[in-house]
């Protein structure tokens, strides 16, 4: 009896796809009573639909609004969001690998990508890096078509996903950087540039590109400081910033991988295989030069690289094994095996931690925190003092973000209370509409000093205890409130 990977591979895939979906849609809806901490920050960012955000670009703070609206104070949506991500990315590999390899070996080279670390147990937390997996695969396939099909439509798609890549991380760049490269130096590639397609894809980027170049010159560039702050540490020693980070970089990127490799191993002894030297450029260009352009740029200047920023550059690693390594005579069966005990170890593991890490370890994670019950509390203490929905709510991206994701009211978030961090808002509109301002009780039993100073009708509120949201025995959280009255009722000059 055949195997249905060599049998009937786009069943096999569609049936991974599916799958994929629906498992990492469900266990994180049903294990995480509260929604992660990137996506809280992007729905305080969201929220307020601006072209770009203190820290990140605009896309992935959109996308996750735009999810939760469906289904507000739920995270079913976003973690739906998250797994579509990843399975348009495992879409457009699958459709790239059909030029490259025959059919059975295209299935195997996204199957593969399942045992890619990046690619389930963390990607239920969506976030710029989650966003970089679909538009990283689809602008590589859209690029390949483009040069072998002289389509122009796949050259302004070129464009449009690159953009959309820079929309969602600056990070892109390490891929159209190579791309771009490959177009100037792969002989055959070259011609393109004698076509209309280039220019075009240039020309559909910088539209798409244009109101957040606008937004960043209006904001001092500030995603692009942030991101090089939170790189940099010129306090360690030179040793550490070019050689230690990102050899830590590399050695967490091969943990990541280890679950592939493993799968990889079970197909056979590897062989030798030609794709030919321009399929073989291209490869490299998209699966291997971003990769080594992100180490020797860290090493270079210094920066300090964070592990999960390794998410989108490994899209390409099943196809290459495949391509240039794979054994003539796959072991499927085996294969087989292997993988379905991986596809459902990866999410039983995630819910066997979401569930044990606080009576293991004593304390609660973020998804264990009490961000409904908080809401609740602060919207029924203006409640009870103002009339109307909260409009505003003032506090860290944390505390205050759960306010304003799980209020019925969804208030604009002010983060710090600081117009630079929340362009949307400034002192002389928190005075006019209120606000509620809330913060961790270990930080003082007072609001902030400088809240004080700046909002005259600020009254403090009873502290608020609640408890994690979790069978373990934690100690309660504590936190402070204060409300702003409304300029309207407000009765100090």
Not at 120 to 148: D, G, K
Not at 154 to 160: D, E
Not at 304 to 333: D, E
Request: hydrophobic share 55%.
């Amino acid at each position: 009896m055949p195997n249905p990977i060599s049998a009937r591979p786009g069943a096999v895939i569609s049936a991974l796809l599916a799958f994929h979906v629906a498992v990492w849609t469900l266990i994180p809806s049903l294990v995480n009573p509260n929604l992660p901490l990137d996506v809280i920050e992007g729905l305080a960012w969201g929220h307020a639909w601006q072209w770009g955000y203190d820290k990140h670009p605009p896309l992935s703070p959109w996308l996750v609004e735009l999810a939760y609206v469906l289904a507000p104070g739920q995270g079913w949506t976003v973690y739906l969001l998250s797994a579509l991500c990843v399975t348009l990315a495992f879409w457009a590999v699958w459709c790239l690998a059909w030029d490259f390899v025959e059919p059975a070996a295209a299935a195997v080279a996204v199957l593969l990508l399942e045992g890619i670390y990046y690619h389930n147990f963390t990607s239920p937390e969506f976030n710029a890096n989650v966003i970089m997996l679909p538009c990283w695969a689809l602008s590589v396939l859209c690029l390949w078509r483009a040069l072998t099909r002289g389509s122009l439509a796949a050259w302004a798609l070129f464009g449009l996903f690159g953009a959309l890549g820079l929309l969602g991380k600056y990070f892109t760049v390490f891929l159209i950087v190579p791309l771009g490269l490959f177009l100037l130096f792969d002989r055959e590639s070259r011609a393109a540039w004698r076509t209309p397609g280039p220019y075009l894809a240039m020309a559909v980027a910088l539209a798409v590109l244009g109101p957040h170049l606008a937004w960043m010159l209006g904001h001092d560039f500030q995603t692009v400081t942030y991101a090089l702050r939170r790189s940099g540490a010129l306090s360690d020693s030179v040793l550490v910033r070019h050689v230690a980070y990102p050899g830590k970089f590399l050695l967490a990127q091969a943990v990541a991988l280890l679950p592939m490799l493993g799968l990889l191993l079970t197909l056979g002894r590897p062989g030798r295989h030609d794709v030919g030297r321009c399929r073989r450029g291209f490869l490299i260009a998209a699966g291997i030069a971003p990769l080594v352009l992100v180490v020797l740029v860290s090493a270079a200047f210094g920066l300090r690289l964070r592990s999960m920023w390794g998410t989108p550059l490994f899209l390409f690693a099943g196809l290459m094994a495949v391509a240039w390594f794979g054994p003539a005579a796959m072991n499927l069966r085996r294969f087989a095996v292997v993988l379905s005990g991986l596809v459902v170890l990866a999410p039983a593991l995630y819910a066997a931690l979401a569930l044990a890490q606080p009576h293991v370890a004593g304390k609660g994670k973020r998804i264990h925190f009490p961000g409904e019950a908080l809401a609740r509390e602060v919207d029924a203490v203006w409640r009870a003092r103002f009339p109307g929905p909260l409009p505003v709510v003032i506090g860290s991206e944390w505390l205050a973000g759960n306010v304003g994701a799980y209020s019925p009211a969804r208030p604009l978030v002010y983060i710090q209370g600081d117009s630079a961090r929340a362009p949307w808002l400034d002192d002389a509109r928190v005075r006019d509409l209120g606000a509620a301002v809330v913060w961790a009780a270990d930080e003082g039993s007072n609001p902030p000093e400088s809240l004080v100073e700046r909002f005259v009708c600020l009254e403090p509120q009873r502290p608020i205890a609640l408890s994690w949201q979790t069978g373990a025995p934690l100690p309660p959280l504590d936190f402070g409130l204060a409300l702003i009255a409304p300029a309207k009722v407000c009765a100090k000059p």
